[in-house]
């Protein structure tokens, strides 16, 4: 969940007494036309990750008009605005708004809209390209702080102008580094008096520097390139990969179901969890986004026993990853390899919203066949997932796999709406590099 730094004016921002006053002028921030994009389609997906400020405690970063005989219209002596925080590194919600707001009004393939408090909402169930973070390394500000001119009294309002710097840095989830920086300014003018204007007003500059990386050519341009292939994700232990192929099961699924909720585990994180499934005696297949980009997990089975697996294999674009764990008498879930068919009867099963409810069975059907952003085939069902589904088995009514659970669509009022989204089993096994051996080819 995004928390907000800064919490309020009052905490933040200070008046000076008794000292000299600093001028603080507001620079004129040229405002450039952004680059102009026609299918957003066509640009790799980007998320703004977090914002920093980098500005000293007790740096002078504004001035307050002063009262001036009433010739102002301001109320109060001058004096300087402090930055009372300090340096801070946070995910901000309201930076993460105007983020996604300012780049998605001007076409940008931007995905994690804030509005969105669940990961399988609507886009938010994708896994961006890049992730864009800002740090706001120059504050100006000239504020003015309104009265009634009747009374004298002053209203709790501000007016003002003011600009920010800010330093960029796109990370590239594939590569795992920053791969691109850039710095770019904002301004804005706060006109009517509003409640915290001071933060307003940063707030605002903030979006008009958001609007000018827009306009920066460099930044579009790494947008506009081909994403890493798969074998540019995995170089070394890309080899293919045989796996033993299990006899796929032909009776009901609830002949099978003690066996196929035993082959179903809980992937556990720091901040939630996922689920995975067993392909072999001791490979598991869960969603990339569970496991992201950390080498050892840890794996809770049904019986409530937890071991420890290594992630060896993981393809972002298609949202799969493989963990490996000791031999120790797991049982695999059959692999179907023939397509779904529309209105045939499946089954999900894994640890939705909480880590107690591991094993959880939903029923449903197969509704349509999709493809997403990244022009991925998708198999659409209203069989009922939740988060915490993500990386779980889908199943046949035989109990084979046919589908890894990923991502669903919900609203404010209800979490799902029989709109959930599932990757084709064989085609994670082709991005991972794994295929089933021939029935005539021996064991290795």
């Known amino acids: 969940m995004l928390k907000p730094f800064f919490v309020g004016v009052a905490l933040l921002l200070g008046l000076s007494a008794c000292r000299t006053i600093q001028n603080v002028p507001v620079p004129q921030v040229e405002e450039k036309a952004a680059v102009e994009i026609n299918d957003p389609s066509a640009l790799s997906t980007m998320q703004f990750d977090r914002v920093g ?3 000293k405690r007790g740096t002078v ?3 307050y008009e002063p009262y001036a005989m009433g010739l102002s219209g301001c ?5 300087n605005i402090h930055w009372n925080s300090g340096r801070v590194l946070a995910r901000d ?4 708004d105007l983020f996604f707001n300012e780049m998605k009004s001007l076409n940008f393939n931007v995905i994690g809209d804030p509005d969105k408090m669940f990961a399988s909402q609507s886009d938010n169930r994708r896994q961006a390209s890049y992730l864009i ?5 120059k504050i100006a500000l000239n504020a003015c ?4 001119i009747w009374t004298g009294f002053p209203y709790d309002t501000i007016t003002g102008k003011g600009a920010v710097t800010v330093r960029w840095q796109v990370f590239s989830t594939v590569d795992r580094k920053v791969v691109y920086e850039t710095i770019t300014d904002g301004a804005a003018k706060l006109e009517t008096g509003t409640t915290d204007g001071e933060m307003v007003i940063i707030h605002e500059s903030f979006a008009g520097a958001v609007r000018n990386l827009a306009a920066d050519r460099e930044f579009v341009n790494l947008l506009s390139g081909s994403e890493p292939s798969f074998a540019d994700i995995q170089k070394v232990d890309a080899a293919e990969l045989a796996l033993d192929r299990i006899p796929l099961r032909t009776k009901p699924i609830t002949a099978y179901i003690d066996h196929v909720r035993r082959s179903v585990v809980t992937v556990e994180g720091g901040l939630g969890h996922g689920s995975g499934f067993f392909i072999s005696p001791t490979l598991i297949m869960t ?4 496991v992201e980009n950390r080498d050892l997990v840890r794996l809770r089975l049904i019986t409530g026993r937890k071991i420890l697996g290594e992630v060896i294999r993981r393809h972002p674009k298609r949202d799969v990853a493989i963990i490996q764990v000791e031999p120790s008498g797991h049982l695999p879930v059959p692999l179907r390899e023939t397509p779904v068919k529309v209105t045939e009867e499946v089954y999900a099963i894994g640890s939705p919203l909480d880590k107690s409810m591991a094993g959880t069975v939903s029923k449903g059907i197969v509704s349509k066949f999709t493809s997403n952003s990244q022009g991925l085939e998708d198999i659409q069902s209203d069989v009922d997932i939740h988060g915490g589904n993500s990386g779980g088995v889908l199943l046949d009514q035989n109990g084979n796999a046919v589908g890894i659970s990923y991502a669903g669509i919900g609203t404010a009022e209800k979490m799902s709406v029989g709109l959930n989204f599932f990757i084709p089993i064989m085609d994670a096994l082709d991005k991972l590099n794994l295929r089933l051996k021939s029935r005539a080819e021996p064991a290795s």
């Open 61 to 63: 970063i504004g001035l």
């Open 287 to 290: 969603n990339f986004h569970v």
């Open 145 to 148: 702080r309104e009265y009634n």
């Open 75 to 79: 109320y109060g002596r001058q004096g």
């Open 133 to 137: 973070g800002g740090q706001i390394e």
């Open 53 to 55: 400020v980098k500005v």
């Open 93 to 96: 919600a309201e930076f993460a």
